[in-house]
């Protein structure tokens, strides 16, 4: 029997759709925003975040229609379709639930590193400089506002497997220098504590209130202006290195009395432009720390070794899984010729296999007993190959 060609392609589309669905799913996500287009493309970002896709791929929401050229099974756009379930307004702010169709497949970003989800610990924000305090008077308070919307955002990402935010003051020059020794020991020893390989740093550098003119009717007839100004910067704990760093800066209406109050998480302060502005920020933030330890190297600590295996401090809780590879750097500690003591990470031969896999560790076994490291030591470093 012969298939006539419209059966043909009928057979074709039902099996690509038979494939799309088993590779897509439906999810939900809010956002918000100062409009509804906002907010649309607020609640993408964050459903991308939540689902682990790939964030270099994220599209954009204009004039009701998601951005792509095609919609069709070989369509190389994550999102498939995009509904608006709920649209809320409050003041100046817009809030919205969607619902989109993903697809899995294309979504997830294409390297080694993305298969774990990174260990991540921020620290509190600080102010950098008591001039920098000052100017923050009355809403001194947003440095833990700031520390919990960056800490949500990440929260959200099934990229990171994030830390509650740690209320220390263990960078010791506010990130803005090369960090010293002092401050590496300590992110290693914070690092080793709370079995995080990124510890995230945040200093606010102003949020200082400016007027309009320098005269009486200027004054009266324009609102003053606030700053929002802060740095972040990403350690590689257990590599000791420095690998993102970043400005993040706006200036906006400040429509507030000096004398007035401020509820800092109501929705008078959070629907304001400055408000919002912050939010919009911090977003961008979270966006970027994303795009930057997506396929970053994963690295964990060697602490403890029974005989030819290894005992690492990273395990199921992270998404690692048995047969996994790592490859071996063994630290030593090194005098310079001026007497400073620094470590460095030689890298080693052979390979390991994951052989076992716990909540916060795993187990693992050289792939060949003849053509492997004999001296494998607490605080060696491996890295997934």
Same mark, same amino acid.
Request: with cysteine.
């Given at each position: ?90 003041? !100046?702010?817009?809030? @919205?639930?969607? /619902?989109?169709?993903? +697809?899995?497949? %294309? &979504?997830?970003?294409?390297?080694? *590193? =993305? ?58 020059? !506010?990130?803005?220098? @090369?960090?010293? /020794?002092?401050?590496? +020991?300590?992110? %290693? &020893?914070?690092?080793?504590?709370? *079995? =995080? ?69 109501? +929705? ?118």
């Amino acid at each position: 029997m012969k298939f006539s060609k419209i059966a043909k392609v009928s057979i074709t589309l039902f099996l690509a759709s038979i494939s799309l669905q088993s590779y897509a799913s439906w999810q939900v996500a809010t956002g918000i925003g100062q409009n509804r287009e906002d907010a649309v493309n607020d609640a993408i970002h964050n459903l991308l975040m939540q689902s682990g896709a790939d964030i270099r791929l994220e599209q954009s929401y204009k004039s009701g229609v998601l951005n792509g050229t095609s919609y069709g099974p070989a369509s190389q756009n994550i999102i498939k379709k995009l509904v608006v379930l709920e649209t809320q307004h409050t003041l !100046n702010r817009t809030t @919205v639930t969607i /619902k989109a169709f993903i +697809d899995d497949k %294309k &979504a997830k970003a294409k390297c080694s *590193g =993305s298969t774990v989800n990174k260990s991540i610990l921020p620290l509190s924000f600080k102010y950098a400089d008591s001039q920098a305090f000052q100017g923050a008077l009355g809403i001194e308070d947003t440095s833990k506002e700031l520390d919990k919307m960056l800490y949500d955002q990440l929260n959200n990402s099934a990229t990171f497997n994030t830390r509650p935010v740690l209320r220390l003051n263990v960078v010791n020059d !506010n990130g803005k220098n @090369v960090p010293n /020794k002092n401050k590496l +020991d300590n992110l %290693k &020893a914070i690092s080793t504590q709370y *079995g =995080s390989q990124y510890i995230i740093a945040g200093t606010i550098n102003s949020l200082s209130k400016s007027k309009v003119g320098n005269n009486v009717i200027t004054n009266m007839l324009f609102v003053p202006t606030r700053t929002i100004n802060f740095d972040i910067e990403v350690f590689d704990a257990i590599n000791q290195q420095i690998i993102f760093h970043k400005n993040y800066s706006g200036e906006t209406d400040w429509p507030f009395d000096s004398n007035e109050f401020l509820d800092l998480r109501s +929705d008078r302060f959070r629907g304001s432009d400055y408000g919002q502005r912050l939010y919009d920020l911090t977003s961008s933030a979270a966006k970027d720390l994303v795009r930057e330890l997506q396929c970053a190297p994963v690295s964990a600590r060697v602490i403890d070794t029974k005989g030819d295996d290894v005992i690492i401090n990273m395990g199921s809780d992270n998404g690692l899984k048995k047969d996994m590879k790592f490859s071996l750097a063994q630290s030593s500690n090194m005098i310079s010729s001026v007497g400073t003591e620094y470590e460095i990470h030689e890298n080693a031969k052979g390979l390991y296999r994951v052989t076992a896999v716990y909540p916060h560790s795993a187990k693992l076994k050289p792939l060949d007993l003849q053509n492997n490291t004999l001296n494998v030591d607490v605080d060696d470093i491996v890295t997934l190959e």
